[in-house]
Nanobody
Framework: VQLVESGGGLVQPGGSLRLSCACS????????MSWYRQAPGKERELVALIRGDGVHTNYADSVKGRFTISRDNAKNTVYLQMNSLKPEDTAVYYC???????????WGKGTLVTVSS
């Protein structure tokens, strides 16, 4: 199983980034996919989640209206479009795959997003 995030980097406040998470080794379309982030000195928090069919999504209040999660089941990839970025969005962003009872979770290694002027 592999989840590989990409697309992080340094961006100015108000800018945009698109994160990608390429997945392999499991049946991607059957898994909920989510993006988490962890800022220095803080706990990891859920940013956005998308169901396997791509219909249902959910967002943290802090990113609603600015971030959009999407997925391409043909490419086994989940995306996070981040607009109107703020310094407080600075964090390592991780993608996670979840499915089953009991739940099985797979994590990527993360990509760093820094929002600074």
């Amino acid at each position: 199983v592999q989840l590989v995030e990409s697309g992080g980097g340094l961006v100015q406040p108000g800018g945009s980034l698109r994160l990608s998470c390429a997945c392999s080794g499991f049946t991607f379309s059957r898994y909920y996919m989510s993006w988490y982030r962890q800022a220095p000195g803080k706990e990891r928090e859920l940013v956005a989640l998308i169901r396997g069919d791509g219909v249902h999504t959910n967002y943290a209040d802090s990113v609603k209206g600015r971030f959009t999660i999407s997925r391409d089941n043909a490419k086994n990839t989940v995306y996070l479009q981040m607009n109107s970025l703020k310094p407080e969005d600075t964090a390592v962003y991780y993608c996670k795959a979840s499915a089953g009872v009991p739940v099985i979770n797979y994590w990527g290694k993360g990509t760093l997003v820094t929002v600074s002027s």
